[in-house]
């Protein structure tokens, strides 16, 4: 049990009384608490499972009596009474209609007692017989988008996101590899690759006991059932944890809230021999096209190439080379089987068959540790979880020389949006703040929305005494794509703009978000010297992959943001960096691997 459970139990008892209509209070507690847990990084089951458990507990900002006491039950026992009883007077089909794109509890509890909706099926019944469209505020506008949100769940049931995917194959990696037994053991598939979806997950892992790994792997606490269990290979499905800030309805009619993860997902395991490991870690990456093409290139140099090595081809017998006993060229290490096919070696990343094939060398692509600088981050003064002096304590702990505080303007005011004189007196506490806080920079700055005619949400004179404007589309996310492009093109071309962030707006398998001509959008923006923001959460991943590829070719200057709202979202970097990588980004290109100097003199520029 981790503090993800906490969170999850907490939001889906939230849900639940939303359902039921309960007390507004009781359920914006549980949603606060739950919040606040997200973005802990102490374990907070342990403190639940301590002596004195309680008063610590409580002792902790947001969390009140009763809801300490249902941690320290969920803790000790596993479960929680009280969300069992909910759970008892609700359709269990109703939560996962809470992930309906601007849907929130009201209109659920409208179709569950006036149309008699109980889940994904009956929703669409209802939608087809037209007994939707007899409710009250059901318009045919209204319906049209349901439609769409319906569509865009069904998707979401069969996909992963990459940060949920990737969170639970860290913990399954993490507990097998206490067993002294494993030798090796990665992830592949497309989550290796980065792609910010994932169909299931591949663990590949080489082992002296392979019946002790698949038994050890198959009896998982987080195993949801078993699906084959085999001496080589093993599948099974297993819950979802985890959950974030992003994980919401966005409701159009109800508060801005959480919604629960789905249920389960499958995840592989297969087990190969050490000698072997590097060609099946290959050949299981993928993606289909690139080994399709590294195969005939085998081919043509009188080889072959399968999950088992490099080998030379005979033609004359159709037993596989491995089976007959034949020495692999290479099999050990990905770079050997790369170079003996007389290829650098390529990053997973980019392993797509569009245009790797013909590099001479590795190219080199953005990593992790090539970031010095966060230029998205958000504090309490609107919907962060830190203090400006927490946050660069945060960032300067990371290594990072720079972090701009861009809290929301004003017009978003469900997330404390500020005004003029509150943005006025913001910027003097972050001066007052760099004054406190030594080896790290602090830039004043805001996340500025993009209105829906392009222009912004603070006047000229107040944007030019910020140091970093983050122009970002939050609303009016559903207009035309000549009208988005206009609308990112202005904003682009705005003199006082530096970045333009999460520029479509989209929630990966949620919302779709703007669709403009992006290359309208990214030659406006290299024109004007202005970046375009990769969102490093996995929920937003915006710039996606192949915009990014798109800006890359065309010279334009790129951000990789975390879009920081607890200390937590830090991590989600590496989700970023993978996006940033599967469009070929290189550091020189990307504005938060530059050197204080040259990234403070690319911003004032615009000053």
């Known amino acids: ?31 606060k608490v739950a919040r606040a847990i997200e973005g802990m990084s102490d374990d907070l089951v342990a403190v639940a499972r301590s002596e004195g458990a309680h008063k610590k507990l409580v002792a902790i900002p947001g969390i009140g009596p009763k809801i300490a006491d249902k941690l320290i039950e969920l803790a000790t026992t596993g479960k929680v009474a009280e969300l069992d009883e909910l759970a008892a007077q609700v359709p269990a089909g109703l939560i996962p209609l809470l992930q309906l794109q601007g849907v929130g509890p009201k209109s659920v509890h409208l179709w569950w007692k006036q149309a008699g909706v109980t889940d994904l099926a009956s929703l669409k019944t209802a939608i087809d017989s037209g007994a939707l469209a007899q409710l009250p505020r ?4 209204t319906i049209d988008k349901l439609k769409v949100a319906v569509e865009m769940l069904a998707q979401g049931e069969s996909r992963m996101r990459l940060g949920e995917a990737r ?38 892992v080489a082992t002296t006991d392979a019946a002790k790994t698949v038994k050890a792997f198959t009896t998982l606490p987080m195993v949801a059932s078993v699906l084959a269990a085999g001496e080589t290979r093993a599948s099974v499905r297993m819950a979802k944890t985890g959950g974030s800030r992003w994980e919401q309805a ?40 690139h080994n399709i093409h590294l195969r005939q ?3 043509d140099m009188g080889l072959t190439v399968n999950d088992y090595g490099v080998y030379t081809n005979d033609k004359n017998d159709d037993t596989p080379p491995h089976k007959r006993g034949a020495k692999p060229l290479a099999s050990k290490t990905e770079p050997e089987i790369y170079k003996v096919l007389k290829l650098p070696f390529i990053p997973p990343e980019i392993r797509e068959d569009r245009g790797e094939f013909e590099q001479t060398e590795t190219p080199r692509l953005i990593e992790v540790d090539d970031i010095k600088a966060e230029l998205h981050a958000h504090t309490k003064a609107s919907d962060g979880g830190l203090t400006i002096l927490e946050l660069a304590q945060a960032a300067k702990d990371r290594g990072f020389h720079t972090i701009a505080v861009t809290d929301h303007s004003q017009s978003q005011f469900q997330a404390r949006g500020l005004k003029p004189d509150r943005l006025r007196e913001h910027i003097k506490a972050i001066r007052e703040a760099q004054e406190q806080i030594k080896g790290i920079t602090l830039l004043c700055g805001s996340e500025v929305d993009i209105l829906a005619d392009g222009s912004l949400d603070y006047d000229d004179d107040l944007l030019a005494e910020l140091d970093v404007v983050v122009a970002s589309p939050h609303n009016n996310l559903t207009q035309n794509a000549a009208e988005a492009t206009e609308r990112l093109i202005k904003a682009a071309a705005h003199p006082l703009v530096h ?23 990214i030659a406006a923006a290299k024109a004007h010297g202005t970046a375009l923001e990769i969102n490093a959460h ?6 996606r992959d192949t915009h990014v590829r798109a800006a890359v070719d065309a010279g334009c200057t790129i951000a990789i943001n975390c879009d920081v709202h607890a ?15 599967r469009g070929w980004l290189t550091p020189d290109q990307c504005v938060n691997a530059w050197t204080a100097k040259k990234l403070h003199a690319w911003l004032k520029k615009k000053r």
């Open 167 to 204: 969170d639970l194959a860290d913990r399954v990696i993490a507990l097998l590899r206490k067993g002294k037994q494993v030798q090796q053991i990665e992830a592949a598939g497309s989550m290796r690759r980065a792609r910010d979806t994932v169909g299931d997950i591949d663990i590949l």
């Open 567 to 581: 200390e937590g979202d830090f991590d989600n970097l590496r989700f970023g960096v993978g996006t940033g990588r």
């Open 138 to 141: 059901h318009s045919q506008k």
């Open 1 to 31: 049990m981790t503090n993800a459970d906490f969170v999850a139990a907490l939001e889906t008892m939230a849900r639940y009384m939303e359902l039921l209509g309960a007390d507004t209070f009781r359920i914006i507690a549980h949603t």
């Open 538 to 543: 996995w929920m937003r991943l915006d710039l």
């Open 250 to 289: 966005e409701a159009v009619d109800d508060e801005h809230t959480p919604t629960p993860t789905g249920p389960t997902v499958q995840v592989d395991l297969r087990v190969v021999p050490a000698e072997h490991f590097g060609s099946a870690l290959l050949y299981f990456t993928g993606s289909k096209d």
């Open 499 to 521: 970045i333009i962030g999460h520029p479509t707006g989209r929630l990966v398998l949620r919302r779709k978000g703007l669709e403009p001509d992006m290359n309208a959008v």
């Open 297 to 299: 290139r085998a081919l």
